[in-house]
């Protein structure tokens, strides 16, 4: 699974006429059932950790996991 750039990613997106999932994710389970579910399917996706995750889990745990 190939890592780009958000701005090609999107752009991607909308030259192609397709939506983007971004997933608030706050532990090593939902980042691997996003993951998995994404290989799966072929599809990209954005991962990011909202206010509440990073407070929740720690901005370095998140970083670490994405």
Same mark, same amino acid.
């Given at each position: 699974?190939?890592? $780009?750039? /958000?701005?090609? /990613? /999107? !752009?991607?997106? @909308?030259?192609?006429?397709? =939506?983007?999932?971004?997933?608030?994710? &706050? &532990?090593?389970?939902?980042?691997? @059932?996003?993951?998995? @579910? @994404? !290989?799966?399917? &072929?599809?990209?996706? $954005?991962?990011? =950790?909202?206010? =509440?995750?990073?407070?929740?889990? =720690?901005?370095?745990?998140?970083?670490? /996991? $994405?």
């Amino acid at each position: 699974m190939a890592l $780009i750039s /958000l701005r090609q /990613l /999107l !752009d991607h997106a @909308a030259e192609n006429s397709y =939506g983007m999932p971004a997933f608030n994710v &706050n &532990n090593m389970e939902q980042v691997h @059932a996003i993951m998995q @579910a @994404a !290989d799966e399917t &072929n599809s990209p996706v $954005i991962m990011q =950790g909202s206010a =509440g995750a990073r407070s929740y889990a =720690g901005e370095p745990f998140l970083r670490h /996991l $994405i």
